[in-house]
């Protein structure tokens, strides 16, 4: 079955600096990818999702890239501020509607 | 928005005790889901149902039983509880034939221990 590498499993970045996570994946036939953003004490919110056809998405600060080539997804929180402090975890699908396999999670500090 | 909640909050039970944790969904979603969440694993899934009276297996369901009694409520249950389910728990839904297809909406999970 999928399987889904995520790293680093913890960041700590400057308030204003980038903070890049990064996912492989193993299935090439992999449809779906999103990233969920989990604040403490709380259940997972979805931040962001595309589909294969897509290989950027920009939205709010985020920035998604998908490398079908190299099995890799990748999100990028540009000018990360203390707010964005938070545990990040990819997660993939082998069809567009179906199972999600997550990633094992990276920790994201943002100090100012 | 999607309402997923979760109770209790929190739980501690004794080796070989009995626990039930419940999920209730307000979204009228096809879908729902409990993971465990363990530093190290991400999140793990143990079982699923696409409605009333279904039950799917999920990826770790051992030592789990699982019932969904309406569309709107999921449990789990432990009957002989180990340490080694000491973890948090989540419960979450989709509707898969929505337009928000894929996305899982979580409850704020129930924290369990096993003494």
């Known amino acids: 079955g999928e399987q889904v590498e995520q790293r680093p499993p913890h960041l700590s970045v400057r308030e204003g600096d980038s903070a890049i996570i990064i996912c492989t994946y193993t299935?090439?036939?992999?449809?779906?990818f999103s990233w969920y953003k989990q604040e403490a004490g709380a259940g997972l919110q979805l931040l962001m999702s595309?589909?294969?056809?897509?290989d950027r998405k920009e939205e709010q600060g985020l920035t998604v890239l998908l490398n079908k080539k190299d099995k890799r997804l990748s999100l990028n929180l540009t000018a990360a501020h203390p707010g964005d402090s938070a545990v990040y975890f990819c997660?993939?699908?082998?069809?567009?509607?179906?199972?999600?396999?997550f990633g094992r999670g990276t920790r994201l500090q943002v100090y100012a | 928005e999607a309402a997923v909640t979760q109770s209790p909050r929190n739980k501690v039970t004794v080796t070989g005790g009995n626990v039930t944790l419940s999920c209730r969904q307000t979204?009228?979603?096809?879908?729902m889901y409990w993971y465990r969440q363990d530093t190290g694993h991400g999140l793990r899934l143990i079982h699923y149902?696409?409605?009333?009276?279904?039950?799917q297996i999920g990826d770790v369901p051992d030592g789990y039983k699982a019932t969904r009694t309406t569309q709107e409520d999921f449990f789990l249950l432990l009957e002989l509880a180990s340490p080694s389910q000491t973890s948090l728990y989540f419960c979450?839904?989709?509707?898969?034939?929505?337009?928000?297809?894929?996305?899982?909406?979580f409850g704020a999970g129930t924290r369990l221990s096993v003494l």
């Open positions: 979450a839904s989709s509707d898969r034939t929505g337009s928000s297809q894929n996305t899982l909406y």
């Open positions: 299935d090439s036939a992999t449809a779906y």
């Open positions: 595309v589909l294969s056809n897509v």
């Open positions: 997660a993939v699908s082998a069809r567009v509607v179906g199972q999600l396999t």
């Open positions: 979204n009228s979603h096809n879908y």
């Open positions: 149902s696409y409605g009333a009276g279904n039950l």
